[in-house]
């Protein structure tokens, strides 16, 4: 998998995580290994900041439609769309609750993608 599909799938997880306003530690550590072992791919501390930068920046102008839009774009293969998937459920899960705005989320690109 190419880096750039690697870095949407990490930027569809801090969407994830902020996409119900409400940012847990949990969540954030669940994304820093799902980079490390799922994507196997490593992120800088100061790149992974500033991912989550530009995804709450454009979510805070922007809205949710506009963003799974954007987002959900730039992956093309069905593998990379259902391990987009299965890590937002992994993000989902990890701060033991699922809330509606995540569970839309899944079910929106889902739906996108036709998986």
Avoid: Q
Wanted: aromatic share 6%; charged share 35%; proline share 1%.
């Amino acid at each position: 998998m190419k880096s750039d599909s690697k870095i949407i799938i990490i930027k569809l997880c801090i969407f994830m995580m902020i996409v119900d306003r409400d940012i847990d530690d949990l969540e954030i550590n669940e994304i820093l290994e799902i980079t490390k072992h799922k994507l196997n791919f490593e992120i800088e501390d100061e790149k992974f900041i500033s991912l989550i930068h530009d995804v709450s920046s454009d979510l805070y102008s922007r809205d949710t439609p506009y963003m799974i839009n954007k987002l959900s774009y730039g992956l093309v293969s069905a593998s990379e769309k259902k391990l987009a998937i299965e890590c937002l459920e992994m993000v989902m899960k990890s701060d033991g609750i699922k809330r509606g705005a995540e569970k839309n989320l899944i079910k929106e690109l889902v739906s996108k993608w036709n998986l």
